[in-house]
């Protein structure tokens, strides 16, 4: 039996779950990308999907990329978080097995993180770290997904985020990602107009050149207010020091100051780039992961009851932007 025709076999309603989101249960859907458009062959693993009908809808599209070798599937309860916002929520499983960070620290150019991402977004041969075909590429996994859910479940307005011609209507997408993630959504903002960014310990930073990524300084199509970023004091992966001048370098330095969110609460002086160094979950682990502390669920702190200690801070970073 192949991928596709495994795939395929699933019934529809397997992959549904009723889930906790926000002030009324949503409903949460696994759907594998072959099951969409079989000439989806790589990274197999499925999209988490999230609708909560029983608030009122923003006619906004929060797009999500999880970060490298990570499952679309490991964000729900920030998915949840906006789903319960009144969000359409997608958390789009793409080509993300190679780390753009670390095939582009020992490239000479800094158009390197472009090149690469550009193949992982659109399919079209950029960059020899990475193959990634049209069919392949997160555009076609993002289009084929849409027009799944229209015909699925037509009733609940996912059709409103593709033109006629079946091109994503990225004015009602507010876009997010993780780490390697939160660069797709940066370029995107760069490339069209959209309802903001956000970026959850992400940069395109080459410490042995300690500049930034080139397509950063480009000018953009979505307003530089709509782009926000958080980073955690004690990330490995992603240091803060050159964190923040990867945010200078952005331009986010003559919107507001960095604002410590542990010092000052939400609304935080309405800043786009903000810290934390709250304990990440599981500290009984022999290496914290404050990398993954910010938005994925195993890492994300919990309070006594089992709610997200940053839910404030993710309900901020999904309604500043709007405001922009």
Request: net charge neutral; proline share 6%; with cysteine.
């Amino acid at each position: 039996m192949t991928l596709a025709s495994r795939h395929t076999a699933i019934p529809v309603l397997a992959v549904l779950v009723f889930l906790w989101a926000g002030p009324a249960f949503g409903r949460g859907y696994l759907i594998f990308p072959a099951e969409t458009d079989p000439a989806i062959t790589s990274a197999p693993h499925e999209h988490y999907v999230v609708h909560n009908p029983w608030v009122v809808n923003r006619g906004v599209l929060f797009l999500f990329f999880p970060g490298t070798s990570s499952r679309a599937s490991n964000y729900k309860m920030l998915c949840e978080t906006a789903a319960g916002q009144g969000f359409h929520v997608i958390s789009l499983q793409y080509v993300n097995d190679v780390s753009v960070n670390a095939k582009c620290a020992r490239s000479r150019s800094l158009d390197c993180y472009e090149d690469m991402r550009r193949e992982i977004l659109f399919g079209t041969n950029f960059s020899p770290h990475v193959s990634v075909s049209p069919a392949n590429s997160a555009e076609n996994r993002l289009v084929k997904l849409l027009q799944y859910l229209a015909g699925q479940y037509p009733m609940d307005g996912w059709d409103q985020y593709l033109t006629a011609h079946d091109v994503p209507r990225w004015s009602r997408i507010l876009l997010g990602g993780h780490s390697q993630g939160g660069g797709h959504a940066a370029m995107l903002g760069k490339y069209y107009s959209t309802a903001g960014v956000i970026m959850f310990a992400s940069m395109d930073y080459s410490f042995q050149q300690d500049k930034a990524g080139g397509w950063i300084h480009a000018n953009g199509n979505t307003r530089l207010e709509r782009f926000f970023a958080v980073a955690h004091t004690e990330d490995r992966t992603m240091p803060i020091a050159p964190m923040r001048k990867y945010w200078n370098a952005f331009g986010l330095k003559d919107i507001a100051p960095v604002v410590n969110i542990d010092v000052t609460g939400r609304p935080y002086a309405h800043s786009n780039t903000l810290i934390t160094s709250i304990k990440p979950a599981q500290l009984d682990r022999v290496k914290s992961n404050y990398h993954n502390a910010l938005c994925m669920d195993a890492d994300t702190p919990l309070s006594g009851d089992g709610k997200p200690l940053l839910h404030n801070l993710w309900l901020y970073l999904l309604h500043e932007p709007l405001t922009r």
